[in-house]
């Protein structure tokens, strides 16, 4: 039986060394509020930096700071009864070097997140997600190896101790197997190859029969994702019972076999170390597009239909290269569907002339550049929701420059939002001189209403109530930059109403949403899966945008495929904060997301880079 309280490895005591720790713990938590509040206290105060989420169910955290602070930490945790037995695993490393790396990591701010589940076992939201009580038996580094090596001592009646009926099971996504995974003489390797977590399910749903009557071993990086997956399979009930996992997933098991032991290659890790390996320099990744050995993941290139990251190495690498995975590739979205823009005019990429002899009979399909079709693509056609206090007229004027520089791929449709709002205007006190010899004051008074366009929101203040006509209204104090906190009413009119404007204006590919706009833009987003049928649309994207408090973001992250585009730290947006913005992108799953941080003010940027990335965000949907 696996020892569930191993205590972290001895660390140097210098108060430089830079660290990272991983741990999760489940357990019933039934007051997240107080949790909520030490982690933000202890992480603060310590300068920890990275992602923290709890859950009714439990928490799971990746932190990285000074290896003393990260030791006072598990101290401090460990303090609590309710983390006994979590395995807290730390490791030195260097200091983030690439903030590009771990900017995408979540490496750059403190995220601290109240969510449903620790990890998304499914997206479909009618899929109830197994009781962890019944998740698959732990084996210890030690004890995972000698079963693999067929000389595992007899655990107990139950226990995997005969290679013929054992599986491995890779519980991980494709980008991770591709430059590391278990291999061992004479036992079944299963790698699902699958995009994200949450397709997990699905993939163990086709394969039960494979699965049925077998010992099936399970591993993961640090061990979270198998005490899901494990009791998802031991749900299925007869023939499903011997599954067991390994504890502390693959980063224990290197710890106790620096050589590599079975494990071949290296590691993938979701912080801005990008991979960690042992003693054993051989690499198993291979470039995408030319089959060279390469497993650094480090420049970042994705997919440009799903975003996954995918491998291309720094000969085959060009700025501005667009790449489509062999997932994407394997469902027909072809390398020949999307023409490449410059400046506008349709060109053909130079680059995919470069490897237009690369053969799609390589080990793994090659990833290459789009390049221009016979027939010009359709247009992607955006709905777009304008910022509070505006209307699709102000709107579609302050969208031109973007509009006109985007024309030929895209068509932008603008609406009113459906609460309409009273005229808000600040009284000025003019003086004035008449015939006598002292002067006197005057109140000035705003325009008729009837010579000014209507205003609307897509969310409003719960003490919102107007009726009839709609006249001006003296502003109860000045502008007040954080009124958007207040306005949390309406969505579901306003959902109602852009469910009318989809059945009736649509179909759309995507929506574009500004400040408010953007708010009810990942509102919609939250319930991608729930509207199916109703307002079908493949992206967002999101501008200024922030979060309203709402249960639809308390569930897991968000699969949608969105572009985040906002002021960053030393912007001129004085409306919307660059960590408004920020959180809003973190509610979204990484591998979905791209972020544009901009030097402007509350605008949508069109010069470039940033027109460049918005393009190459919306190619991938063409």
Not at 158 to 171: F, G, K, M, Q, Y
Not at 178 to 206: C, M
Not at 471 to 480: C, L, Q, V
Not at 585 to 595: K, M, P
Request: hydrophobic share 35%; charged share 20%.
């Amino acid at each position: 039986m696996a020892d569930t309280t191993p205590q972290p490895q001895p660390q140097s005591q210098d108060e430089d060394q830079y660290g990272v720790l991983l741990y999760y713990k489940y357990a019933q938590i039934t007051d997240l509020d107080s949790l909520f509040s030490f982690y933000e206290s202890n992480c603060n105060s310590l300068s920890l930096l990275g992602r923290v989420r709890l859950s009714p169910h439990g928490v799971n955290v990746t932190v990285g700071g000074k290896l003393s602070s990260l030791e006072k930490h598990i101290a401090a945790v460990k303090s609590n009864v309710l983390f006994e037995g979590t395995d807290f695993k730390l490791a030195t490393c260097d200091h983030p070097v690439d903030d590009k790396v771990a900017k995408e990591c979540g490496f750059t701010s403190l995220s601290i997140r109240i969510v449903k589940e620790l990890v998304t076992l499914s997206s479909d939201p009618l899929l109830k997600s197994p009781e962890i009580s019944n998740a698959g038996r732990h084996l210890s580094a030690a004890e995972f190896h000698s079963t693999l090596q067929g000389t595992g001592p007899l655990l107990e009646k139950d226990s995997p101790t005969c290679n013929e009926d054992l599986v491995l099971l890779d519980a991980r996504n494709l980008y991770e197997t591709r430059i590391g995974k278990f291999h061992a003489p004479n036992v079944e390797t299963l790698d699902p190859g699958i995009r994200q977590y949450s397709d997990l399910p699905s993939w163990i749903d086709d394969k039960s029969e494979q699965l049925k009557g077998k010992r099936v071993l399970m591993y993961c990086t640090g061990g979270i994702r198998c005490e899901m997956a494990s009791a998802y399979i031991r749900s299925k009930g007869a023939g499903f019972e011997n599954v067991f996992q390994l504890f502390g997933g693959i980063q224990r098991y290197l710890e106790q076999f620096p050589d590599g032991g079975f494990f071949k290659g290296k590691n993938f890790v979701f912080d801005h170390r990008i991979s960690v390996g042992s003693s054993d320099p051989n690499i198993i990744g291979t470039c995408l597009l030319c089959g060279s050995s390469f497993d650094d993941y480090s420049s970042r290139c994705r997919c440009a239909h799903c975003r996954m990251l995918v491998l291309v190495c720094d000969s085959c690498r060009m700025e501005g290269a667009l790449y489509v995975c062999e997932l994407c590739q394997k469902y027909g979205k072809g390398v020949q569907s999307v023409p490449s823009l410059e400046n506008g005019k349709t060109q053909v990429s130079s680059l995919q002339e470069e490897h237009k002899l690369v053969s799609l009979d390589t080990k793994l399909s090659p990833q290459l550049p789009w390049s221009n079709g016979n027939e010009s693509p359709r247009k992607l056609r955006i709905l777009c929701l304008h910022g509070f206090r505006q209307n699709a007229s102000s709107f579609k004027g302050r969208t031109a420059s973007l509009a006109k520089k985007l024309k030929n791929i895209v068509d932008l449709v603008f609406v009113d939002a459906p609460h309409e709002l009273p005229f808000i205007y600040q009284p000025c006190i003019t003086e004035s001189h008449g015939e006598c010899a002292s002067s006197s004051l005057q109140q000035t008074h705003p325009p008729p209403s009837e010579n000014c366009r209507k205003k609307f929101a897509w969310l409003v203040s719960p003490d919102y109530n107007i009726s009839g006509e709609v006249d001006w209204k003296i502003a109860n104090g000045s502008f007040d930059p954080l009124q958007y906190l207040q306005q949390t009413d309406g969505f579901d009119v306003s959902l109602a109403y852009l469910k009318s404007v989809f059945s009736q204006k649509g179909p759309f590919d995507g929506i574009l949403g500004f400040s408010q706009g953007a708010a009810m833009a990942a509102l919609v987003s939250a319930q991608q899966e729930r509207l199916k049928s109703e307002m079908d649309f493949r992206f967002v994207i999101l501008c200024s945008g922030f979060a309203i408090k709402s249960a639809e973001f308390e569930c897991q992250a968000m699969n949608c495929p969105s572009l985040h585009i906002f002021g960053s730290d030393h912007g001129k947006d004085r409306q919307i904060a660059n960590q408004a913005s920020r959180d809003l992108a973190s509610l979204f799953d990484d591998g979905c997301s791209v972020i544009i941080e901009h030097d402007s003010g509350h605008i949508i940027p069109t010069r470039s880079p940033y027109i460049d990335e918005i393009r190459n965000f919306l190619h991938r949907f063409l």
